[in-house]
């Protein structure tokens, strides 16, 4: 029950997760503003900000799991927990986490990375002609690499789509506006549903 009542407290929390990783998302305008005053100052606080991007996006994805866990039991979730903030934290996420790693190709290590370990249990098995451990290896390279490159373009276009700056700033602005609101105890889809 410890596990559930802290739970509860780190999601009765999230306006504060909100207003800092929208604040994070939206650093873009910070970098817009040290580029055209020229202020080393704003520059090495974006850079600053710009760090606290991935840890924050892991933790709102954190959030989300707290709230699907807490929504599953006794407990439930907080009345500030709606489906609104459930949509910010999983763009949130996404935008933070995909920001630093969009050039990053998995799909190229991880078929290099089972290829050698098709080899590596050959040689585990007593194979010992390389022709064979070369095959087996390119084979499993091949077959993996080419599964998964439609994979990896589709994570690049999402990537690449959700660390646009407008699109950052945009998300940065909605997280900063719910966090806010839910301070005074409203949300977004309060505003929503009343037009």
Do not use: H
Request: negative net charge; glycine residues 10%; charged residues 10%.
């Amino acid at each position: 029950m410890a596990l559930d009542d802290g739970l509860f407290v780190f999601v009765d929390w999230n306006f504060l997760l909100l207003i800092i990783g929208g604040g994070v998302a939206a650093s873009w305008l910070l970098i817009r503003l040290s580029s055209v005053s020229d202020s080393e100052e704003i520059a090495s606080l974006t850079e600053k900000v710009a760090i606290l991007g991935f840890p924050v996006g892991i933790i709102s994805f954190l959030m989300i799991g707290s709230a699907f866990y807490l929504n599953s039991q006794p407990v439930g979730l907080p009345s500030s927990f709606d489906l609104i903030t459930l949509i910010c934290f999983s763009v949130l996420g996404l935008v933070l986490i995909l920001r630093p790693i969009k050039n990053f190709r998995f799909g190229t290590f991880l078929s290099l990375a089972l290829g050698l370990l098709g080899a590596a249990i050959l040689v585990f098995l007593g194979a010992n002609q390389i022709k064979i451990m070369a095959g087996v290896f390119i084979l499993i390279f091949l077959i993996i690499y080419g599964s998964i490159r439609m994979i990896e373009d589709l994570y690049l276009l999402i990537a690449e789509l959700l660390s646009n700056p407008i699109i950052s700033v945009t998300v940065g602005v909605i997280c900063i506006i719910q966090g806010l609101l839910q301070l005074l105890g409203f949300s977004i889809a309060d505003f929503l549903f009343f037009l």
